[in-house]
């Protein structure tokens, strides 16, 4: 179903990617009087009807765009500081389902069916999903165990740098596992494990190494998990 995988994208791109944190912090507090809730709304269904490229998925495009307002207002009124993990994990769920009803109503299927041709799309995809979305989905999960010197940022590391580590190296990962180098995957683990929980055991802060501990294999398992999907679905295009 390729049609998904871009409208998988969009979303991503609606999401993740072209929503800024400040815009995410003023929906919560204004809820449904502020006007980046309308922006992003309007932005999700503009980016469906854009990777869709077909004039007669526009009326879809439309219902993407107010069943995500819906989903969203749900979300933002319902949710507090203690669920907001659950919410967060309930909300991409839902979005998800809808996307795929769109495509089943849109292709007139009763039964999901297999991908069509066009491995762009599904790489490109898979590559996004990689970045930003995955970032904030494990800060999200792990947040529960952050450690007080990671909440008081007192481990003395760049702005951002374990961000961006994470994200090159499930990048990484992914390229391995689509060029068949299982092995060099091996040897990446290893060589973060060298530099990142070396500096971990001389600082003699446990919570910490383990917070870390988890973010990265989560990271890297959801990095081969995605490697070997799309490897999957490359085949049988």
């Known amino acids: 179903m390729i049609l998904f995988v871009k409208l998988l994208l969009a979303h991503l791109l609606g999401d993740f990617i072209w929503q800024p944190g400040t815009w995410v912090?003023?929906?919560?507090?204004?809820?449904?009087?502020?006007?980046?809730?309308?922006?992003?709304?309007?932005?999700?269904?503009?980016?469906?009807?854009?990777?869709?490229?077909?004039?007669?998925?526009?009326?879809?495009?439309?219902?993407?765009?107010?069943?995500?307002?819906?989903?969203?207002?749900?979300?933002?009124?319902?949710?507090?500081?203690?669920?907001?993990?659950?919410?967060?994990?309930?909300?991409?769920?839902a979005h998800i389902l809808v996307l795929i009803g769109i495509v089943l109503l849109y292709e007139n299927k009763s039964l999901p069916y297999f991908w069509q041709d066009n491995l762009f799309w599904i790489f490109v995809t898979g590559i996004l999903l990689l970045t930003k979305p995955t970032s904030i989905f494990i800060k999200t999960i792990i947040s529960i165990w952050a450690p007080e010197s990671k909440i008081n940022n007192q481990?003395?590391?760049?702005?951002?740098?374990?961000?961006?580590?994470?994200?090159?190296?499930?990048?990484?990962?992914?390229?391995?596992?689509?060029?068949?180098?299982?092995?060099?995957i091996g040897f990446l683990l290893a060589a973060k494990s060298i530099f990142r929980f070396g500096d971990l055991k001389e600082a003699k802060d446990r919570k910490l190494t383990e917070y870390v501990l988890i973010g990265t294999l989560i990271s890297f398992g959801i990095a081969?998990?995605?490697?070997?999907?799309?490897?999957?679905?490359l085949q049988l295009s």
């Open 155 to 184: 481990d003395n590391s760049l702005v951002a740098a374990g961000n961006y580590i994470g994200i090159l190296e499930r990048l990484f990962v992914f390229g391995f596992i689509l060029t068949n180098h299982f092995e060099a």
């Open 224 to 233: 081969i998990l995605a490697g070997l999907l799309v490897q999957m679905l």
């Open 25 to 93: 912090a003023h929906k919560e507090t204004k809820k449904h009087k502020s006007i980046y809730l309308y922006i992003h709304i309007l932005l999700h269904g503009v980016l469906a009807a854009i990777l869709a490229g077909e004039i007669r998925f526009i009326p879809y495009a439309v219902l993407i765009s107010v069943t995500h307002g819906i989903i969203d207002l749900i979300k933002l009124n319902f949710q507090k500081k203690k669920n907001k993990r659950t919410w967060f994990v309930v909300d991409q769920i």
